[in-house]
């Protein structure tokens, strides 16, 4: 009287663990677990409490595998943000780097004939007309002291 009870009390355990499980873990949850256990009612009860530890142990396994990848999923977490904010950071330093090219490009691309003339660089043809303007006052200023000089002191 009392075993019917009983098997009836752990056919309905093991259905409603099994609903329960394939509802939290989905495909994960293999449909068999607790299968083998209502389908085989005989055996002792010694048979069917050995054969519940067995999945219990099973059952604490794969939680502690989920609690595993929970952790391994929190570290993942972590190293992702840590990544992103390294991409962003290198993205700041990327942009700063990109104005800093723009502003050398700027300055490279003004025309050289720009540049001489901003900075007063001379020409050759400056530096050339400069030596002959200076040639020339030389020679009158020569001139120049030459005709003082004779007139300073004439010739006897």
Do not use: C
């Not at 055996?43 to 952790?71: C, F, H, M, P, W």
């Not at 001489?116 to 030389?138: A, Q």
């Amino acid at each position: 009287m009392v075993e019917p009870v009983i098997v009836s009390f752990l056919n309905d355990y093991f259905r409603l663990l099994d609903r329960i499980f394939s509802l939290l873990f989905g495909s994960l949850w293999p449909k068999s677990v607790f299968s083998e256990l209502r389908a085989n009612p005989g055996g002792t009860i010694d048979e069917r409490l050995a054969k519940i530890e067995v999945a219990k142990q099973n059952l604490l396994e794969g939680l502690s595998a989920l609690d595993e990848l929970k952790l391994e999923a929190d570290q993942n977490k972590k190293t992702l943000a840590s990544a992103l904010e390294t991409i962003r950071e290198l993205e700041s330093k990327k942009t700063e780097a990109q104005e800093e090219l723009n502003a050398l490009r700027q300055v490279a691309d003004l025309d050289t004939a720009t540049l001489k003339k901003l900075f007063d660089v001379p020409t050759s043809g400056r530096i050339w007309r400069e030596r002959f303007y200076g040639l020339l006052t030389g020679i009158v200023a020569s001139l120049i002291a030459a005709y003082l000089w004779q007139i300073a002191f004439p010739a006897k």
